[in-house]
């Protein structure tokens, strides 16, 4: 498709901001920390010798059956905490990925990932084999998509990275997200009939940009330009669980600003993640809404593991903190 002509560029000039997706928070929250907990519970009370559960009840959910492969779709029904819901791909055809590359980010070829994220029915998307895909520009993620990195080795490295902006149910799954870089001033397609023009990303390795129903699960995320996974301009409903992230400095933006009161119906759970070697900051950094930081591991960081500032509800529980050594790098939380 040949580029428009310049009378009609201003009209694609829309930085592809469609409407943005409504949902509404949760009315009690506590009553999702509650729901959290008796999963949690329920895992662990099922623990026995020669059990293959873990007292994890997302991985309990799908890794005990041995063909898991053949029902990969059934993973969207173990999400807990305030991103359950995210039913992503489930409801829609398997797409494989057979090649890595990504050479036109306005016309992208059948096969690739971002040919499968940007189309308007519901996917759940695996992979052919291991690959590392450098993409070109952001991943613009349509509505109702899974991308399940289970059984390959899937690295997203080397260039911009995912952006999931005023979209919904999204699952992300198993894939190693490293080496983020900056991308746009360039024209982006985010679905089959529109494409326009990106200014400049932040360079993060999700970002999560007025979306909702998010679940971001079992990935491997280290060294970007900004954040590992940040959430901005009223996201809510999203779980960020069992991630594995390293040397990184601000690692987990939760709300844009003091200011942008629009991120108080931000509900988010942290759980089951490890907070690895290399960390600095934002293990996260809270605005606003709740959140509910829930059995993670904290091994390392140089300056706080959890901030927070315009008021914003931390329910912190059952996280295991090993400060460092240095004795001017021990706090935990900072406000």
Not at 55 to 82: H, M, S, T, Y
Not at 199 to 210: A, P, W
Not at 320 to 335: G, I, L
Request: hydrophobic share 35%; net charge negative; glycine share 8%.
């Amino acid at each position: 498709m040949p580029l428009p002509s310049l009378s009609l560029l201003f009209l694609f000039t829309s930085l592809l901001i469609p409407s943005p997706i409504s949902s509404s928070p949760v009315q009690d929250p506590e009553l999702v920390v509650e729901d959290v907990h008796r999963a949690i519970n329920a895992s662990r009370r099922n623990l026995g010798y020669l059990s293959c559960g873990t007292g994890n009840p997302i991985d309990d959910c799908w890794r005990c059956d041995p063909n898991w492969e053949k029902n990969r779709q059934r993973l969207a029904d173990c999400a807990i905490g305030f991103g359950k819901n995210a039913i992503g791909g489930r409801d829609g055809k398997i797409y494989v990925v057979t090649d890595s590359s990504d050479n036109d980010a306005v016309n992208p070829k059948p096969g690739t990932l971002r040919h499968a994220v940007i189309q308007d029915e519901p996917l759940w998307i695996i992979f052919a084999r291991d690959m590392t895909i450098r993409l070109k520009e952001e991943l613009i993620m349509n509505s109702f998509k899974t991308i399940d990195g289970r059984g390959a080795s899937v690295h997203i490295a080397g260039g911009p990275c995912i952006t999931i902006q005023y979209v919904t149910n999204i699952i992300i799954h198993g894939l190693n997200i490293h080496d983020c870089k900056q991308g746009g001033n360039a024209m982006v397609r985010d679905s089959p009939r529109h494409y326009g023009w990106r200014t400049i990303s932040d360079g993060d390795g999700v970002s999560i940009f007025g979306g909702s129903h998010v679940w971001v699960d079992h990935n491997s995320l280290s060294n970007c330009n900004d954040g590992l996974v940040d959430a901005i301009h009223g996201s809510t409903a999203i779980t960020i669980s069992n991630n594995y992230m390293t040397h990184h400095d601000k690692v987990m933006l939760l709300g844009h600003s003091d200011s942008y009161t629009q991120d108080k119906n931000m509900q988010v759970t942290i759980a089951f993640n490890h907070f690895g070697e290399g960390l600095v900051q934002r293990m996260p950094r809270c605005r606003h809404g709740y959140f509910h930081v829930v059995n993670n591991d904290y091994t390392h960081w140089e300056m706080y593991a959890i901030g927070g500032s315009a008021n914003p509800t931390i329910n912190s529980q059952g996280n295991r903190f090993t400060a460092p050594n240095d004795r001017f790098s021990k706090e935990v939380k900072t406000h």
